[in-house]
């Protein structure tokens, strides 16, 4: 049974700082790339950042390249996102998700409740 959990989201001013944790279970990291979503009030799920399967390649949405920073923890079975110089527009309720890889949310599944992010101006 493949759960994940998305936890470590909060209220942070503009230009601070938050990481993400998404702790993985019942799937191997070298099988399927895991995928960070966000989804703001109104707008549709779009894609953040990707470590893919293998060699763990990672790729950045262009709204968030050089502030977040995406990266795997073995030990822990954690994905992990670092968030950088905070937007108020990156606020959102942040979800992670396993798939096939890319930046589109139908290539992932197992969703999970997110972890809400909100960055006050």
């Known amino acids: 049974d493949v759960q994940l959990q998305a936890s470590g989201g909060g209220l942070v001013q503009a230009g601070g700082s938050l990481r993400l944790s998404c702790v993985v279970s019942g799937l191997d990291f070298d099988d399927y790339a895991i995928g960070w979503f966000r989804q703001a009030p109104g707008k549709e799920r779009e894609g953040v950042s990707c470590i893919s399967r293998g060699e763990y390649f990672t790729t950045y949405s262009d709204s968030v390249k050089g502030r977040f920073t995406i990266s795997r923890d073995n030990a822990k079975n954690t994905i992990l996102l670092q968030m950088d110089s905070l937007k108020p527009e990156d606020t959102a309720v942040y979800y992670c998700?396993?798939?096939?890889?890319?930046?589109?949310?139908?290539?992932?599944?197992?969703w999970g409740q997110g972890t809400q992010v909100t960055v006050s101006s």
């Open positions: 998700a396993y798939g096939v890889g890319g930046d589109r949310p139908s290539s992932y599944e197992n």
